[in-house]
């Protein structure tokens, strides 16, 4: 694994310190190895959430505290067809633009048609999700939620914490080398975001607006062929009929029984520097 972008946020309440990691799998090797292979070696992204609790009082001398991390396989457009050109993953803007909110970190892919996905930022949320989500399929007949405490079922949570949208709506062709952003809209009087991965019961909540997609308008292309784009950034309001529901990430047959990424945690203190015995004064004469 190699890191393409690490990006951090702090919670509202500044209590929490939230790290979203973009990383590239290279194909096994050393650490120094995959960090010489060229990006056209990619085989596949992760995104993998960290959530630290921070001291209260000792905020200097105190690290801070792993509370919560989630990982999900990305369904890159760009690496599905296996393509070999040095274009293939764009490095500005990123395949992936990430937001913010209280309780998700949303990421969308730069590609003609939106694709975002949703992962939450504390253990309780994914918890209510998870539970949300199961009440879901079972009432709409899905036979294949089973509890079981199997090591396959454990390997399928791991990315089941994840959501992505459903509904297809097609972005201008430029949004391929532009970063697309997506912007749930929050309920003020709850403070949650509108949007749900439950289908709407009454038929006015389903053409009320719940997110805003900005694209932005810079363009990475640098072929000659290509035109780039000129023109301002365009913005899209959808309504729940049009996003679609949520629907659970679930795991791919190629990851199940892989050892999973148990990193996240900080480094220790390191020494204190001391004059005395880290410095070393040598007299110079001209």
Same mark, same amino acid.
């Given at each position: 694994?190699?890191?393409?972008?690490?990006?951090?946020?702090?919670?509202?309440?500044?209590?929490?310190?939230?790290?979203?990691?973009?990383?590239?799998? +290279?194909?096994?090797?050393?650490?120094?190895?995959?960090?010489?292979?060229?990006?056209?070696?990619? $085989?596949?992204?992760?995104? $993998?959430?960290?959530?630290?609790?921070?001291?209260?009082?000792?905020? +200097?001398?105190?690290?801070?505290?792993?509370?919560?991390?989630?990982?999900?396989?990305?369904?890159?457009?760009?690496?599905?067809?296996?393509?070999?050109d040095a274009?293939?993953?764009?490095?500005?803007?990123?395949?992936?633009?990430?937001?913010?909110?209280?309780?998700?970190?949303?990421?969308?892919?730069?590609?003609?048609?939106?694709?975002?996905? $949703?992962?939450?930022?504390?253990?309780?949320?994914?918890?209510?999700?998870?539970?949300?989500?199961?009440?879901?399929?079972?009432?709409?007949?899905?036979?294949?939620?089973?509890?079981?405490?199997?090591?396959?079922e454990a390997?399928?949570?791991?990315?089941?914490?994840?959501?992505?949208?459903?509904?297809?709506?097609?972005?201008p062709n430029?949004?391929?080398?532009?970063?697309?952003?997506?912007?749930?809209?929050?309920?003020?009087?709850?403070?949650?975001?509108?949007?749900?991965?439950?289908?709407?019961?009454?038929?006015?909540?389903?053409?009320?607006?719940?997110?805003?997609?900005?694209?932005?308008?810079?363009?990475?292309?640098?072929?000659?062929?290509?035109?780039?784009?000129?023109?301002?950034?365009?913005?899209?309001?959808? +309504?729940?009929?049009?996003?679609?529901?949520?629907?659970?990430?679930?795991?791919?047959?190629?990851?199940?029984?892989?050892?999973?990424?148990?990193?996240?945690?900080?480094?220790?203190?390191?020494?204190?520097?001391?004059?005395?015995?880290?410095?070393?004064?040598?007299?110079?004469?001209?």
């Amino acid at each position: 694994m190699c890191h393409i972008s690490v990006q951090a946020h702090f919670s509202g309440c500044g209590q929490y310190l939230h790290i979203a990691c973009l990383d590239g799998d +290279t194909g096994g090797g050393s650490a120094v190895e995959q960090e010489r292979e060229s990006i056209k070696a990619m $085989r596949s992204l992760h995104l $993998r959430v960290f959530t630290y609790r921070l001291s209260h009082r000792k905020l +200097t001398r105190s690290r801070p505290r792993l509370v919560y991390r989630a990982e999900v396989r990305l369904d890159c457009h760009g690496l599905r067809n296996g393509r070999d050109d040095a274009n293939a993953l764009s490095a500005s803007p990123l395949p992936y633009a990430l937001t913010w909110t209280d309780d998700h970190v949303y990421a969308a892919e730069s590609f003609k048609q939106l694709c975002v996905y $949703r992962m939450p930022l504390f253990g309780r949320v994914e918890e209510s999700e998870l539970d949300d989500a199961t009440q879901l399929e079972t009432s709409l007949g899905d036979k294949t939620v089973q509890n079981s405490d199997s090591d396959e079922e454990a390997d399928r949570r791991s990315a089941e914490v994840a959501f992505h949208n459903t509904g297809f709506i097609y972005l201008p062709n430029s949004a391929n080398r532009r970063a697309v952003r997506f912007f749930p809209v929050v309920d003020n009087e709850h403070g949650t975001t509108k949007t749900s991965f439950t289908r709407a019961a009454v038929k006015d909540q389903g053409k009320r607006a719940i997110a805003t997609v900005v694209i932005e308008p810079e363009d990475s292309v640098t072929s000659e062929v290509q035109q780039p784009y000129v023109g301002p950034a365009q913005i899209l309001h959808l +309504t729940a009929d049009q996003f679609g529901p949520w629907k659970r990430v679930e795991a791919d047959a190629t990851d199940r029984g892989l050892p999973r990424w148990k990193g996240g945690h900080l480094q220790a203190h390191f020494e204190r520097f001391d004059t005395s015995n880290d410095c070393d004064i040598v007299p110079y004469f001209r």
